[in-house]
């Protein structure tokens, strides 16, 4: 059975003008209905209900902007083009302001009013066909193609895909492609681990070689150059930024700054106390132990992160181009707040202003403690939405319109990434074993199936502090975490489901990062 017509309601007191447009509508399957006047309008709203409303905005009596907050007030989803003969900047200000979804000039033609209902009526629908259609083809094609051996250009270009494919295939609706899309995942996660258990050693092994972006290079190869052409720059890191979370961020970058992203590797272990510092530091972890042993110990992991403007500023003496920093971390409600009453002053007129905001890694963390962030974050979709409401309401937006007011370019990248667990992986280990579910260091350290993590007999493979003889680093892969014999069913129901990091996955070692420069 054949849908019901489109109904459109067109208002305007010259309706006789309108019949070759209301004949032109029907042939291409639309019920148009008119009216001369808003009282009229007004009163068949009343009765029943339209898709569309045509709007004149110079009629005797009642303006078209004075019905449309009537009609708001009947019909507050009924998308309302306005149409006039005034051509003046003010109206169409005005209008604008009003929320009006399009503005059409008199004279107008069939054919541009077709064009304005279709992309406002069926615009979603024909996207999702249109995006549906391109997935299905280039599934195929990707199908094909997961044999082929990928260096690390290729599986950027690989993640970057299936992550772009994966926020467009949500955004339709498409919900069955996307489980074909995700079906891809667990290959993909196997596939990346077993690259990165010869690659990554290799890269540190020979870093004049043929290797990626690694968090020791940000600071040297996207921050000088924007400090070598400018007084001062802004540095923001979002620790635990997914690359399909920085992809649902991005498009409301585009009205303040042109945005260029690049790609990057995390360092290994892909948590905060590495990642981070080695991205302030330009420094692999063992090398900022051994060069600045005060600043590094084996205490609690957050403590390791107290000195990175140290680093920033002992980074950017050793790279011969000194400058101030002025830092600032965001890991609560008040700091955040105090951030929002002085963005005035956030912004240093010379040097470097740094920034770390810790609500996406606090909101992970915090799923796993608290049922309510648990159901509202239930999976990647959710956590992505839920960083983008944040984002929209954060002291980082605030930041990035000061920015952008102040003509100041700006980098921001994150630290790592975070992968859903689902599968728990047993291990052995001695009673000094690290307690961290995605990554351990400790002698004798051992998975009961070898596929589900990576091991690396000597720490100087991973360029990190030493721990003496015996002491291993074992590295999850894929959705798993670790869990004791002794204490499986409690980690089982505890952090099932958790987005956790430190493991050796596209989501937690392949990350963005762009250059934001003011319009």
């Known amino acids: 059975m054949a849908p019901p017509a489109k109904s459109v309601l067109w208002v305007d007191d010259e309706a006789e003008l309108l019949e070759s447009h209301r004949i032109f ?56 083009v306005m149409v006039t003969k005034s051509e003046e900047d003010a109206t169409l200000r005005e209008a604008l302001g009003a929320n009006i979804r399009e503005y059409l000039v008199k004279p107008i033609n069939p054919r541009q009013v077709l064009t304005v209902i279709t992309r406002i009526l069926e615009g979603p629908r024909i996207r999702q066909q249109a995006i549906a259609r391109r997935f299905v083809e280039r599934f195929r094609a990707i199908e094909v193609e997961r044999g082929r051996v990928l260096d690390w250009r290729g599986w950027v270009d690989r993640y970057v895909e299936l992550m772009q494919w994966d926020v467009d295939l949500t955004a339709a609706g498409e919900t069955g492609l996307y489980e074909s899309l995700r079906g891809l995942y667990p290959d993909m996660q196997r596939e990346f681990a077993e690259y990165m258990r010869q690659a990554y050693p290799a890269w540190l092994h020979d870093l004049e070689g043929d290797r990626p972006p690694l968090s020791i290079d940000i600071v040297g190869e996207f921050l000088l150059p924007m400090l070598q052409r400018a007084r001062n720059a802004v540095f923001i890191v979002v620790d ?12 409301l970058l585009a009205q303040m700054f042109d945005v260029e992203r690049t790609h990057y590797y995390a360092v290994l272990p892909t948590a905060t106390p590495y990642s981070r510092n080695a991205l302030f530091s330009g420094l692999f972890p063992g090398e900022i132990a051994a060069r600045f042993p005060d600043w590094w110990g084996e205490r609690e992991d957050e403590t390791l992160n107290a000195h990175e403007r140290e680093l920033l500023e002992a980074h950017l003496q050793e790279l011969n181009s000194p400058r101030s920093v002025r830092y600032n971390k965001i890991s609560t409600a008040s700091d955040s707040d105090e951030l929002e009453r002085h963005l005035h002053s956030a912004i ?65 990248t994150s630290d790592h990434g975070s992968i859903h667990c689902q599968t728990p992986a047993t291990v052995f280990a001695k009673r000094d074993a690290t307690a961290n579910l995605r990554y351990k260091f400790g002698e004798d350290l051992r998975a009961e199936r070898a596929e589900q993590a990576l091991l690396f007999p000597n720490e100087d493979l991973l360029r990190l502090p030493r721990r003496g003889l015996g002491a291993n680093t074992l590295l999850a892969v894929s959705d798993g975490f670790f869990v004791y014999p002794t204490k499986l069913r409690e980690y089982q129901s505890r952090y099932r489901g958790s987005f956790l990091h430190g493991g050796v996955t596209p989501e937690e070692c392949i990350l963005p990062v762009a250059l934001l420069t003011p319009k």
């Open 25 to 80: 509508l029907r042939e291409k399957g639309y019920e148009v209905e008119t009216a001369t006047n808003a009282d009229d309008a007004v009163e068949l709203l009343r009765r029943r209900a339209f898709d569309i409303l045509l709007l004149d905005e110079q009629m005797p009596g009642k303006r078209g902007l004075e019905t449309y907050q009537e009609v708001r007030e009947l019909a507050p989803n009924l998308p309302v």
């Open 240 to 251: 635990c930024l997914r690359l399909d979370q920085w992809l649902v961020l991005e498009p």
């Open 348 to 412: 240093a007129p010379e040097g470097v202003s740094a920034f770390v905001f810790n609500f996406v890694d606090l909101l992970t963390h915090g799923r796993s403690e608290s049922a309510i962030l648990y159901e509202v974050a239930r999976d990647e979709i959710a956590l992505r939405q839920l960083t983008l409401q944040w984002f929209q309401r954060s002291a980082l937006l605030g930041v990035l319109r000061e920015a952008s007011r102040r003509k100041v370019s700006v980098l921001i």
